[in-house]
């Protein structure tokens, strides 16, 4: 079975290219155009895999990593897409439940290759 | 009876001399230098005894006749206030003599108390002006915006001005000498002031960072310490200067510039990122087909285009902002931008169905003010009215005077403003939490419109709005009467 990837991002751009990318590498993605509608989807859905950005109408990506880590019974790897890479706190960051932080401008490429590595850690006993 | 004669002749001379150098001496007494007074009133005494012993015997070996007439000359110069008997070349004689020798004696001691009352008079002038100037000096401290501190070596505040008066709330009055401890209580403060004296020569300037209250009460200041030093190698602390800039507004103009930057920084990197990635997409050949292949490079136009836009009106605001463009003022009429305007957006509204109508006064209202600056004012206001209202929607620009004020009304029919945002609507890169949802935008186009309306043109923008229903976005600019 395919792993499903969620990419909350509220620029249409961003979810359009990360959906293309990882579909061609034949993942489900599903997609939320804010951190609410991430945090909803997610909840019903229950990826694998979860995109954010951290700057979203509604609930900002950080409200949506601490909310997902205590309301979910098994723990989701997210990772972090921002334009806001240098100015967060790392200590705040070693805090939350992400597993990477990617900087905007981006590699589709790159972001694909990290998907399919801790999508394969996780399945490796 | 000669005898009796000559003794009074005696007392007579003195008296006339006592009274040449009473009239000289005056002054100097009036001028109360009590030094130089006794010394001066002492060699008079004496110069009047040996005058009066050399007087007496030569006196003794004189006619009556001639020492009557001295005496009258005496009496002249005693009435006339004057100094020196006039004694012709004839009067050869002791008491002829004796009368010049008293003259030069005279003009001698005249010239002494000259000397005397002019180096009186500089000093009192030099007291004058030390005087004024310290007057002046501490005139000049009190009138600095700064706060100005100085410390003696014992750690008594010597000198305060009125801000430092302020920033420590000191009760004193000024002038007063008041152990440092008792006057300031932060402990931060009087850290910096006795690390800067007890540090001497070793570090004889210093500047620090001090903050005082806090949240919104918060002041930060920028003390500069000197330490000050005397004696003949300047080598011994003599106390402390601490002088206190606030610089509150500027950390919080440094704050917004910075916020304004990273905002700049973080808005240029959306298009930045996705013009990145579908460029990688195409590099990858991650494009299906040539048709999917055009969409990626739609895109990339598109969000190049975005970028530009962005860095435009940025560009815009940061010149209009520090004054860079100079508004080119004339008087204008309001009517014919908003036609231009409705001319420019309608291709817009017409691809969204929605219907622009413009109901422009017959009457020419005239503003004064810079037409490509309005011009862009109005067309952010009514190509936003367009996109944030949905398909099928209405759109209406009217103009109006009211109270001195040519009016423009741009009223929509779209999803409105919630009312805890109509204020920050105007900040630069707010956008709206619906609007983000429905249109791009730079979240520069307001806050374009009302530095232009209300900083440039003295106007008012003012909104009135309800969520579902639609907004009204008013311009007021001052008419021309």
């Given at each position: 079975m395919a792993a499903r990837v969620l990419i909350a991002d509220d620029e249409p751009c961003i979810t359009d290219v990360v959906s293309r990318k990882l579909r061609k590498e034949g993942f489900e993605v599903i997609v939320a155009a804010d951190g609410q509608e991430a945090y909803e989807l997610a909840m019903a859905e229950r990826p694998d895999f979860i995109i954010t950005d951290l700057q979203m109408p509604r609930m900002s990506g950080l409200e949506l990593c601490v909310r997902l880590a205590a309301e979910l019974a098994e723990p989701v790897p997210i990772l972090m897409l921002t334009a806001k890479g240098f100015e967060l706190d790392p200590a705040e960051i070693a805090r939350l439940p992400i597993l990477a932080v990617m900087t905007k401008p981006f590699s589709p490429r790159e972001l694909r290759d990290k998907v399919c590595q801790a999508l394969q850690d996780l399945r490796a006993p | 009876m000669i005898e009796l004669?000559?003794?009074?002749?005696?007392?007579?001379?003195?008296?006339?001399?006592?009274?040449?150098?009473?009239?000289?001496?005056?002054?100097?007494?009036?001028?109360?230098?009590?030094?130089?007074?006794?010394?001066?009133?002492?060699?008079?005494?004496?110069?009047?005894?040996?005058?009066?012993?050399?007087?007496?015997?030569?006196?003794?070996?004189?006619?009556?006749?001639?020492?009557?007439?001295?005496?009258?000359?005496?009496?002249?110069?005693?009435?006339?206030?004057?100094?020196?008997?006039?004694?012709?070349?004839?009067?050869?004689?002791?008491?002829?003599?004796?009368?010049?020798?008293?003259?030069?004696?005279?003009?001698?001691?005249?010239?002494?108390?000259?000397?005397?009352?002019?180096?009186?008079?500089?000093?009192?002038?030099?007291?004058?002006?030390?005087?004024?100037?310290?007057?002046?000096?501490?005139?000049?401290?009190?009138?600095?915006?700064?706060?100005?501190?100085?410390?003696?070596?014992?750690?008594?505040?010597?000198?305060?001005?009125?801000?430092?008066?302020?920033?420590?709330?000191?009760?004193?009055?000024?002038?007063?000498?008041?152990?440092?401890?008792e006057a300031i209580t932060d402990a931060t403060f009087l850290d910096l002031l006795s690390e800067m004296r007890e540090s001497g020569s070793l570090v004889p300037h210093r500047t620090a960072e001090w903050k005082r209250g806090a949240g919104e009460c918060e002041r930060a200041y920028r003390v500069i310490l000197n330490t000050v030093f005397e004696g003949r190698k300047r080598d011994r602390v003599s106390g402390v200067v601490a002088v206190l800039h606030d610089v509150?507004?500027?950390?919080?103009?440094?704050?917004?510039?910075?916020?304004?930057?990273?905002?700049?920084?973080?808005?240029?990197?959306?298009?930045?990122?996705?013009?990145?990635?579908?460029?990688?997409?195409?590099?990858?050949?991650?494009?299906?087909?040539?048709?999917?292949?055009?969409?990626?490079?739609?895109?990339?136009?598109?969000?190049?285009?975005?970028?530009?836009?962005?860095?435009?009106?940025?560009?815009?605001?940061?010149?209009?902002?520090?004054?860079?463009?100079?508004?080119?003022?004339a008087d204008l009429a309001v009517t014919e931008l908003l036609r231009a305007v409705a001319e420019v957006v309608s291709p817009q509204a017409a691809a969204k169905g929605i219907r622009l109508e413009a109901d422009l006064a017959p009457l020419f209202f005239h503003v004064h003010g810079d037409r490509d600056m309005l011009y862009q004012a109005i067309l952010n206001v009514v190509s936003n009215a367009v996109k944030y209202t949905p398909e099928g929607g209405h759109v209406a620009i009217s103009t109006y005077l009211d109270d001195g004020a040519v009016v423009v009304d741009v009223a929509d029919t779209g999803m409105g403003v919630p009312a805890d945002e109509i204020e920050r609507i105007f900040e630069k890169f707010y956008r709206s939490s619906r609007s983000a949802d429905t249109a791009a935008g730079t979240g520069l186009g307001l806050p374009l419109v009302k530095q232009i309306v209300e900083t440039i043109h003295g106007g008012r923008v003012a909104v009135e709005s309800e969520v579902g229903k639609g907004s009204v976005f008013r311009l007021y600019l001052p008419a021309v009467r």
């Open positions: - | 004669r000559r003794v009074a002749a005696v007392i007579l001379l003195c008296v006339g001399v006592g009274a040449g150098l009473h009239l000289l001496l005056d002054p100097l007494r009036n001028a109360g230098q009590g030094a130089a007074d006794k010394a001066l009133t002492l060699g008079a005494g004496a110069a009047l005894a040996v005058l009066g012993a050399i007087g007496g015997y030569l006196i003794a070996r004189i006619p009556k006749e001639r020492i009557r007439d001295v005496a009258d000359r005496l009496e002249v110069l005693v009435r006339r206030g004057r100094v020196g008997m006039a004694f012709s070349d004839a009067e050869a004689d002791a008491l002829g003599r004796f009368g010049h020798a008293v003259n030069r004696y005279l003009a001698f001691v005249k010239d002494e108390v000259e000397q005397s009352q002019i180096a009186v008079k500089e000093r009192q002038i030099q007291m004058k002006v030390l005087e004024a100037e310290k007057r002046h000096v501490e005139a000049v401290i009190h009138a600095i915006s700064d706060g100005v501190l100085v410390m003696d070596s014992f750690s008594d505040l010597v000198l305060t001005n009125e801000a430092a008066k302020g920033i420590f709330g000191f009760q004193f009055e000024a002038g007063s000498r008041v152990p440092v401890e509150t507004r500027e950390k919080e103009i440094a704050r917004a510039k910075s916020d304004f930057v990273s905002s700049v920084s973080h808005e240029m990197k959306a298009p930045l990122a996705s013009i990145k990635a579908y460029t990688e997409m195409l590099v990858d050949g991650d494009a299906d087909d040539p048709a999917e292949a055009r969409e990626f490079l739609v895109i990339i136009a598109g969000e190049t285009d975005r970028l530009t836009r962005l860095i435009d009106k940025t560009l815009n605001l940061s010149r209009l902002e520090s004054g860079l463009i100079a508004a080119n003022k």
